[in-house]
C-alpha cells in the first residue's frame, strides 16, 4: 500500500495493524472523493426520505437490492397455508405487474424529458432505488402497498410538495453549469449554488400515470396473445429438434416470441411504449412462474396420483427461483428455465404412502406448465381489457380531492381580498 510494505517495518504487531487500518481508512476515503453530487435535495416540508433496509441474506442479494420474494424461501412444511397462497397470488398478479411497468413506463418519460427529479421522488415514495434500471419482476414492497390500486390511493391523497435543488455554478467534469462564464475565471471556481424550487403534485401524477397504465394494457393484450401462439409451438418446436439431430449451439426449441414482436410492433398503427420489448420479455417470465404455481397447487390437490411429481417439481422449482424468478436479471430467463426442465434427466422416486417407486418424466411436467401457461394468458388478456373500468374509482377519487383543492384555493383567494378591502376602507383619501 502506497510503496509501503507492512511485514518489513520494525514495529510492534499492534503498531502494524494499526497502520494498516488508517491505510485502508485512507483509501476508502479516496475513494468517496471521487463521487462528488453535483444536485443536493431538500424537502420545504422537512420530510425526511429514507430507503428502508428489508434485511436482505448475503447469499440472496443482487445488485438491485429490492425485498426478496417470497417464493425464494422455502416452506419448513410441506403445507400450503392461506398466508403462502395470497402472497402466491400477489407476487404474480398481473394487475400489479401493469402497475410495476407504468410507473417505470413514466419515469424513463421523465428521465427523457430531463425530469430526474420527479422521478426520484417517485423512487423514494415506492421505497424502490433504482426502479427504473429494474428488468424484473415483483419490484414493489407488497408489504407496504398490498393492492395494484394501493399507490394511486395513496398518491391521491398526498398534498403538494416542493424539492429545492441546488446546484453548483462551477465547472463539473468539462461543462459549464447555467452559462458560468470563462472556465478559468477564478471568481467562478468557488461553490456558488443556485437553488432551484420545484414542485411535485402527487394527485396529478397519479392521473398521468394511469394514462400510461391504460395505454400498456392495451398493448398487453396483443402481447398476451403473441406469447400464447409462441408457447403453444415450443413443444412441437423441441420435437422436431430432436428428431433432426440438434448441434450442441443450437437451442432446444426456436424462440420465435421476440420475433412476433418486432414484426407486429412494424405494423401496428400506433406508438408503442418506451419500454415494451421490456414488458414483453417480463411477461413471458411471469407467466411460466404463475403457470408453476398452478401447476405445483393442482398436483397438490390431486394426491397420491400426482404426489411423486408435486415432490420433483417443488424442489427443481426451489432451487432455481432465485436464478431465473427473482431479482434484475438477463433476458430470455423463461426460456432459459424451459430448457433446463427439458434436459432434466428423468428419476425414480418413491412414493411415502405405499413404497412404491414411481418415474418421473420433466418433460411431461413441462407440457402440463406450457397447457396451464395457456390457459392463465387467456385468463390475463380478459383482465388487462377491462383497466379503463378498473381505473373509475380511483377517477372519482382523484376529481373529488382536486375539487377539495379548487375549494381551498378559491377560499384563501377570497379571504386576501377581503383582507385587501378592509386595508383600502381603513387607509385615507391621500394615503
Known amino acids: 500500500m502506497n510503496g ?29 472523493a471521487f463521487t462528488v453530487p453535483t444536485f443536493h435535495y431538500t424537502s420545504s416540508s422537512n420530510v425526511v426520505f429514507k430507503v428502508i ?27 400450503y397455508d392461506e398466508n403462502a397462497l395470497l402472497n402466491n397470488l ?29 422521478s426520484d421522488w417517485i423512487e423514494r415514495f415506492l421505497d424502490t432505488p433504482s426502479l427504473l434500471e429494474y428488468h424484473g419482476t415483483g419490484a414493489f414492497n407488497m408489504t407496504k402497498f398490498e393492492n395494484w390500486d394501493s399507490y394511486f390511493i395513496e398518491m391521491i391523497q398526498m398534498p403538494m410538495e416542493q424539492i429545492v435543488v441546488q446546484a453548483r455554478r462551477s465547472q463539473t467534469r468539462g ?41 400498456i ?33 443450437q437451442p432446444l426449441y426456436e424462440r420465435t416470441a421476440m420475433i412476433s414482436l418486432t414484426n407486429n410492433i412494424a405494423m401496428e398503427d400506433f406508438v408503442s411504449s418506451p419500454i415494451r420489448k421490456g414488458s414483453f420479455d417480463l411477461l413471458q417470465l411471469l407467466s ?14 390431486a394426491g397420491s396420483g ?56 420433466p418433460l411431461a411436467i ?20 377491462h383497466t379503463a373500468q378498473d381505473h373509475i374509482g380511483l377517477r372519482k377519487n382523484l376529481l373529488t380531492q382536486q375539487a377539495k383543492e379548487w375549494t381551498q384555493e378559491a377560499v384563501d383567494g377570497l379571504q386576501l381580498d377581503v383582507a385587501a378591502a378592509s386595508n383600502d376602507s381603513e387607509m385615507g383619501s391621500f394615503e
Open 4 to 32: 509501503i510494505t507492512i511485514n518489513r517495518l520494525p514495529f510492534c504487531p499492534l503498531l502494524q495493524l494499526f497502520l494498516l487500518i488508517c491505510v485502508g481508512v485512507g483509501t476508502i476515503g479516496s475513494c468517496k
Open 53 to 79: 433496509d428489508y434485511n436482505i441474506p448475503n447469499d440472496r442479494k443482487r445488485h438491485f437490492e429490492f425485498p426478496i420474494n417470497f417464493a425464494s424461501r422455502k416452506p419448513n412444511n410441506e403445507n
Open 90 to 118: 400477489k407476487r404474480t398478479c398481473i394487475k400489479q405487474f401493469l402497475t410495476q411497468r407504468a410507473f417505470q413506463s413514466f419515469m424513463f418519460l421523465l428521465t427523457d424529458l430531463r425530469d430526474p427529479h420527479t
Open 175 to 215: 461543462r459549464r453549469l447555467f452559462n458560468s462564464g470563462s472556465k478559468n475565471n477564478p471568481y467562478l471556481q468557488q461553490d456558488h449554488l443556485v437553488e432551484v424550487s420545484i414542485e411535485i403534485n402527487p394527485s396529478s401524477l397519479a392521473s398521468r400515470i394511469m394514462a400510461v397504465r391504460e395505454q
Open 217 to 249: 394494457s392495451r398493448e398487453f393484450c396483443i402481447d398476451l396473445d403473441l406469447i400464447r401462439l409462441a408457447s403453444n409451438e415450443i413443444l412441437s418446436s423441441y420435437e422436431e429438434n430432436m428428431k433432426s439431430g440438434r448441434s450442441g449451439d
Open 288 to 301: 411460466l412462474h404463475e403457470s408453476i404455481h398452478r401447476v405445483l397447487r393442482w398436483y397438490k390437490d
Open 306 to 361: 400426482k404426489e411423486v411429481s408435486f415432490v420433483w417439481l417443488r424442489d427443481y422449482y426451489f432451487d432455481n427461483v432465485a436464478e431465473y424468478f427473482d431479482g434484475c436479471q438477463r433476458y430470455g430467463r423463461a426460456d432459459d428455465f424451459l430448457e433446463g426442465l427439458f434436459q432434466a434427466v428423468p428419476t425414480i422416486r418413491t412414493t411415502g404412502v405405499n413404497v412404491k417407486n414411481k418415474l418421473v418424466d
Open 366 to 385: 413441462a407440457s402440463d406448465i406450457l397447457d396451464m401457461r395457456a390457459q392463465v394468458l387467456m385468463e390475463w388478456r380478459d383482465i388487462v381489457q
